[in-house]
């Protein structure tokens, strides 16, 4: 396959790395019924190959930051792992898991399809107390779909314009939504959904050696006033996480904003990193950081790193 490349030096290294132009998600199933702010759908490739070098396959993925959790559904429903246990803190979120783990997915698909959209009906359905936890999850849905860049924090307005001037109609698209959420019926069963911190559940689970973690928490302290402009729970102690990875037994993946204070923690505990091309909400090309004990996997395939670069981290023995 041939790759479109552009040259960046990795921090501390000398050498140079080619690194390829980022994923096109629209190659990738969608199988979120969110469009979530900071969503890894544009990563699923590069989690495919990871997991898919683990001997033996493990039996578990936990996702301590799931969101939007198409990691976490990707996992299940290409039968990389036998069960997941998803993490949100977010409780308008969790609203709509809890929603399709309990069942309720098929009716949240039938009141979308019903639903008539206009900015008056959207304003009246979330000025509305919801009764139950289905009618919660259809709030976020409604509120995912129709407020600027599917951001749930306070202060987030619907969207003006979105695509093709058609404003809040632009993310509407009923017919895919319910779609994707009766399909969820199939892995639901498969899902241990969790309302709760993620670091909590992180030290739980760290003497499974059966489990492995994808982990992609909020921004860093570095970029908190993003933070809580996109989330409603963004603080974290980030020093902390770094300290729980390597008390895990099995292995980890994560995700992280670029930025030096991130690459200090990884430095100090000795975990490895790799930079990854990825477009923002303005289709503007940045690079995050993917943090592990140990990447020589990624070396492997040149269209992510080419093999000769040489990069900062200790490679942790099996």
């Given at each position: 396959?041939?790759?479109?490349?552009?040259?960046?030096?990795?921090?501390?290294?000398?050498?140079?790395?080619?690194?390829?132009?980022?994923?096109n998600v629209a190659s990738v199933p969608q199988r979120s019924?969110?469009?979530?702010?900071?969503?890894?759908?544009?990563?699923?490739?590069?989690?495919?190959?990871?997991?898919?070098?683990?001997?033996?396959?493990?039996?578990?993925?936990?996702?301590?930051?799931?969101?939007?959790?198409i990691i976490s559904l990707t996992a299940l429903f290409e039968?990389?792992?036998?069960?997941?246990?998803?993490?949100?803190?977010?409780?308008?979120?969790?609203?709509?898991?809890?929603?399709?783990?309990?069942?309720?997915?098929?009716?949240?698909?039938?009141?979308?399809?019903?639903?008539?959209?206009?900015?008056?009906?959207?304003?009246?359905?979330?000025?509305?107390?919801?009764?139950?936890?289905?009618?919660?999850?259809?709030?976020?849905?409604?509120?995912?779909?129709?407020?600027?860049?599917?951001?749930?924090?306070?202060?987030?307005?619907?969207?003006?314009?979105?695509?093709?001037?058609?404003?809040?109609?632009?993310?509407?698209y009923p017919a895919t939504i319910a779609k994707r959420l009766?399909?969820?019926?199939?892995?639901?069963?498969?899902?241990?959904?969790?309302?709760?911190?993620?670091?909590?559940?992180?030290?739980?689970?760290?003497?499974?050696?059966?489990?492995?973690?994808?982990?992609?928490?909020?921004?860093?302290?570095?970029?908190?006033?993003?933070?809580?402009?996109?989330?409603?729970?963004?603080?974290?102690?980030?020093?902390?996480?770094?300290?729980?990875?390597?008390?895990?037994?099995?292995?980890?993946?994560?995700?992280?904003?670029?930025?030096?204070?991130?690459?200090?923690?990884?430095?100090?505990?000795?975990?490895?990193?790799?930079?990854?091309?990825?477009?923002?909400?303005?289709?503007?090309?940045?690079?995050?950081?993917?943090?592990?004990?140990?990447?020589?996997?990624?070396?492997?395939?040149?269209?992510?790193?080419?093999?000769?670069?040489?990069?900062?981290?200790?490679?942790?023995?099996?």
């Amino acid at each position: 396959m041939t790759t479109q490349r552009q040259t960046l030096l990795f921090p501390d290294v000398s050498e140079k790395i080619e690194i390829p132009k980022p994923v096109n998600v629209a190659s990738v199933p969608q199988r979120s019924p969110f469009r979530y702010p900071g969503g890894k759908t544009w990563f699923v490739p590069t989690f495919r190959r990871w997991i898919e070098q683990i001997y033996p396959k493990p039996d578990l993925l936990i996702e301590p930051f799931a969101g939007g959790g198409i990691i976490s559904l990707t996992a299940l429903f290409e039968n990389l792992v036998q069960k997941v246990i998803m993490v949100e803190l977010d409780e308008e979120i969790a609203a709509v898991w809890k929603s399709v783990v309990k069942g309720d997915a098929e009716w949240l698909a039938n009141r979308i399809l019903t639903f008539e959209l206009t900015r008056e009906s959207v304003i009246k359905e979330i000025g509305q107390v919801p009764k139950t936890q289905k009618e919660k999850a259809f709030q976020t849905i409604l509120k995912n779909r129709t407020l600027h860049g599917g951001i749930l924090a306070e202060g987030s307005g619907f969207l003006k314009y979105g695509e093709n001037g058609k404003g809040i109609h632009s993310r509407w698209y009923p017919a895919t939504i319910a779609k994707r959420l009766i399909s969820l019926n199939y892995v639901a069963n498969r899902i241990d959904f969790r309302c709760d911190d993620g670091l909590k559940v992180l030290q739980e689970f760290a003497n499974n050696s059966n489990a492995v973690y994808f982990i992609d928490p909020p921004y860093t302290a570095g970029g908190k006033k993003a933070g809580k402009r996109l989330y409603k729970h963004c603080e974290l102690d980030h020093e902390h996480l770094f300290t729980l990875c390597e008390t895990l037994k099995g292995d980890f993946l994560m995700t992280y904003d670029n930025a030096e204070e991130v690459k200090r923690m990884a430095r100090s505990h000795g975990f490895q990193m790799r930079l990854i091309p990825m477009n923002n909400t303005h289709h503007a090309t940045m690079e995050e950081l993917v943090i592990g004990k140990d990447l020589s996997w990624m070396d492997k395939f040149p269209a992510v790193h080419e093999h000769k670069a040489k990069y900062l981290g200790r490679k942790t023995k099996k």
